[in-house]
C-alpha cells in the first residue's frame, strides 16, 4: 500500500473518532439522568417533578430539585422510558422496579440514505470509466491526457539478445545502448554522451520490436513501451499532454529507456497532404515530442527507441542529429542470418536428426524473421498432419511451397488438353533455366494448381543471396519467365492465357533495364524512371514523366526489342531440346510431380544455350 492510501485511511479513522467524540460530549453537556420508570412514578407521587416532555415513547423532565442518591448525584433532569399504564401498576403492587425499552433503529436510518449514496458513486465511477475507455483503475475523463505507456522492469520481460539473430549490426548498436545505460561513468570518460534517440528502420517483421523487447529484457532500468497510435484521442490537445506526461515519469525513473512502436503514427511529415484536411492534433503532438527531445538532458540517462518501416514519411525536424541521433537499418537476413533465425525457432519442434539448417535457408530467399517462424511452424503442422515423429525437409519443402504458390487446389479437376498445355509450359520453364547460364537452379516442377489462379509452378532455389544482377542475368531471367509461352506456341501452334503473369514480370524487368538501370545502348546511360515505390515498399507515388514523346516513344520500342529477343532466345533453347520437353511432359503428366535426382537427371541432359542437344543417357 502506498503513502497516499495510508494518510487517507488514517484521516478517515480520525473523523470517525472524532465524530464519536462529540456525541458523547454533547449528550454529557445535556446532564439528563436515564431513571426507571418505576423511579419516575415515586418522584411524581413525592411532588418532586416540575414539568415534563412527553413523546410517543420516553418522558424528559426537570426535578423541583436535583437528586441526591448514586449515580445520578446532581442531577435535576432526567428522562425515563414508558410502560403500559396495566402492566405499570401491576409491578408496583409487587414492589418491583420497572423501566420501558425502545428499540434502536439506527441503523436502518444509516442504511436507508448510505445505499443509495453509495449505488449512485459505483454508477457514476462506471460511467466516468465507460466515458474514459479502458485504462485500469483511476481510468476515465480525468485521466485522459495521462500516458498510456506500459513500464517494463528488468524481469518483466524473457527476450534477451542471445534471442535474437540476423541482425547482427543492428543488435551491437543496441547492446551498446544497453552498456551505456548500465555504466555510463566507463562510457563517458573520453566526454562521450548517450544518444538521444535510436530509430530502428526495416520492412515489416524484419524483428525491430523484438530488438526492443531484447533491450527491455537486458538492460536493467524501466522500459517504456507505447504505440505511436495510443498518443491521439478524439480530443484536441490530448496527444501533447500524453507526451508530457510520458517524459515526466520518465525523468522521475531515470535512466530509462522509452521506446514508441509505429513511430510514422506520431512523427509524420507536417503539411505533407495539404489536400487532406486539418492535422492540428497530429501536429501539436509531434511539435511536443520534438520540444522534448530537445529539453531533456542526455546525462540523466533517457534513451528513446522508435521503430518504423516507413522512414520516407517521417518529419525532418524528428530526423536531425541531436533528436534521433542513430538510424539503424533493420533489413532481410542474408542466408547466414536466416540459417541463425531458424536454429533459434527449431528449439520450440522436434526436427529429424538429419536435418540441415542451412539447406532450409537457402530454399528461403527474401523471407524475414516473422516469415521463418512462420514457416516452422507450418512445417511442424504438415509434419503433425501425416503423424510423423518429427519434422523433415520435406516438410519443410511442402509448408515454402504453401507459403510461396499457396494451397493445393486438388479439386480443382483440368480436362486433358489443360493438362497437357500446364504440363509443357512448365517443362518449358525449366529446360530453359537448365540451359541458360546465370539462372537459378530448378527445384521442383508440378502441375497441380495451387493458389488463386496458378495451375501449375516451377520452384528455382538460388545457390547464394544476390545483391546484383548483370544484365546478362536479367536477359536470362526475361528467358526463363518466357519459356513456358515459347513451349506452348512450339507444341500446340497457338497461346494460352496461362502465361498472363509471366508476360507482366517481363515487362516489369524490361521496363526497370531501359528507364532506370540504363542497360540500353541507344537511350544511353539516362534514368527516366525513379524507384516507383517508397524506400520500404510504402504507397506507390506517382510517376512524374520528365521526357519528351519522343523518348517515350523510344522506351517502348526498346522494351518491345528486350522482350522479343528475350522470346527467340527462350524459343531457340527449346528447339534444341524439343524432344527432352516432350519426355518431361509425358513423366510430369504422369507423376504430377518432380523434384529431387529424378528432375535433375532429366535436366543434366540439357545441352547449355549454344551447343548441340545431348544424347539420350541410354544411346550412350
Known amino acids: 500500500m502506498d503513502k497516499n492510501k495510508r494518510l487517507k485511511i488514517l484521516y478517515a479513522m ?45 418522558i424528559q423532565g426537570v426535578l423541583k430539585a436535583p437528586l441526591e442518591t448514586e449515580p445520578y448525584q446532581g442531577r435535576n433532569r432526567f428522562v425515563t422510558t414508558q410502560v403500559r399504564p396495566e402492566l405499570a401498576a401491576t409491578l408496583e403492587k409487587a ?25 449512485f458513486g459505483a454508477m457514476w465511477v462506471w460511467l466516468a470509466r465507460r466515458a474514459g475507455g479502458a485504462g485500469g483503475p483511476g481510468a476515465g475523463l480525468m485521466s485522459i491526457g495521462k500516458s498510456k505507456a ?17 541482425v547482427d549490426e543492428a543488435k551491437a548498436e543496441l547492446e551498446e545502448v544497453v552498456s551505456f545505460l548500465k555504466d555510463p561513468k566507463s562510457y563517458g570518460r573520453l566526454g562521450a554522451r548517450m544518444p538521444k534517440g535510436v530509430l530502428l528502420v526495416g520492412p515489416p517483421g524484419t524483428g525491430k520490436t523484438l530488438l526492443a523487447r531484447a533491450v527491455a529484457g537486458e538492460a536493467a532500468v524501466p522500459f517504456f513501451s507505447i504505440s505511436g497510435s495510443e498518443f491521439v484521442e478524439m480530443f484536441v490537445g490530448v496527444g501533447a499532454a500524453r507526451v508530457r506526461d510520458l517524459f515526466q515519469q520518465a525523468r522521475l ?24 484536411g486539418g492535422h492540428d492534433e497530429k501536429e501539436q503532438t509531434l511539435n511536443q515530442l520534438l520540444a522534448e527531445l530537445d529539453g531533456f538532458d542526455p546525462t540523466t540517462g533517457i534513451v528513446l527507441l522508435g521503430a518504423t518501416n516507413r522512414p520516407e514519411v517521417l518529419d525532418p525536424a524528428l530526423l536531425r542529429a541531436g533528436r534521433f541521433d542513430r538510424q539503424v537499418l533493420v533489413d532481410r537476413p542474408d542466408k547466414l542470418g536466416r540459417a541463425q533465425i531458424l536454429a533459434i525457432h527449431l528449439r520450440k519442434v522436434v526436427v529429424a536428426p538429419g536435418l540441415r539448417v542451412e539447406e532450409v535457408a537457402a530454399l528461403t530467399p527474401g523471407f524475414t524473421g516473422a516469415d521463418l517462424a512462420n514457416l516452422v511452424n507450418e512445417a511442424a503442422l504438415v509434419a503433425t498432419r501425416r503423424s510423423a515423429e518429427h519434422v523433415s525437409t520435406e516438410d519443410f519443402t511442402a509448408a515454402i511451397e504453401r507459403i510461396v504458390a499457396g494451397l493445393e487446389k486438388r479439386n480443382r479437376l483440368l480436362n486433358p488438353m489443360e493438362r497437357r498445355v500446364v504440363a509443357h509450359h512448365e517443362m518449358g520453364h525449366a529446360i530453359v533455366a537448365a540451359a541458360l547460364s546465370g539462372s537459378d537452379p530448378v527445384h521442383k516442377i508440378s502441375i ?46 497457338h497461346l494460352s492465357t496461362g502465361a498472363s503473369d509471366d508476360i507482366s514480370k517481363v515487362t516489369d524487368i524490361a521496363r526497370s533495364m531501359v528507364a532506370r538501370y540504363g542497360m540500353f545502348p541507344r537511350l544511353g546511360p539516362l534514368a527516366y524512371e525513379t524507384e516507383p515505390n517508397g524506400f520500404l515498399g510504402g504507397m506507390p507515388q506517382p510517376q512524374r514523366r520528365l521526357y519528351s514523346e519522343q523518348t517515350a516513344h523510344d522506351i517502348d520500342v526498346a522494351i518491345r526489342e528486350l522482350v522479343e529477343a528475350a522470346q527467340a532466345k527462350a ?10 520437353l516432350e519426355e518431361g511432359a509425358r513423366e510430369l503428366l504422369a507423376r504430377e510431380t518432380l523434384a529431387g535426382d529424378e528432375l535433375q537427371a532429366l535436366l543434366r541432359r540439357v545441352p547449355p544455350a549454344g551447343e548441340p542437344p545431348r544424347a539420350p543417357a541410354s544411346a550412350a
Open 14 to 58: 480520525i473523523a470517525v473518532s472524532g465524530v464519536l467524540l462529540a456525541q458523547e460530549y454533547w449528550v454529557r453537556s445535556q446532564g439528563q439522568a436515564p431513571i426507571p420508570y418505576s423511579r419516575f412514578q415515586q418522584l411524581l407521587a413525592q411532588g418532586k417533578v416540575q414539568e415534563v416532555v412527553v413523546d410517543a415513547d420516553t
Open 150 to 166: 506500459k513500464v517494463y522492469v528488468e524481469t518483466g520481460v524473457a527476450v534477451r539478445f542471445a534471442d535474437v539473430a540476423g
Open 448 to 493: 497441380i494448381p495451387r493458389g488463386i489462379g496458378a495451375l501449375g509452378y516451377t520452384i528455382q532455389r538460388p545457390t547464394e543471396d544476390r545483391y546484383l544482377m548483370t544484365r546478362r542475368e536479367l536477359e536470362a531471367k526475361m528467358a526463363v519467365l518466357l519459356g513456358g509461352r515459347a513451349a506452348e506456341e512450339m507444341i500446340f501452334g
Open 571 to 580: 524459343r531457340l533453347v527449346l528447339e534444341g531440346s524439343r524432344g527432352l
Open 253 to 276: 525513473k531515470a535512466p530509462c529507456v522509452i521506446f514508441i512502436d509505429e513511430l510514422d503514427a506520431l512523427g509524420r511529415a507536417r503539411g505533407a497532404y495539404p489536400g487532406m
Open 95 to 119: 414492589g418491583v422496579t420497572f423501566t420501558g425499552r425502545v428499540d434502536s433503529n439506527w441503523f436502518h436510518t444509516i442504511l436507508s440514505w448510505v445505499i443509495p449514496v453509495a449505488l
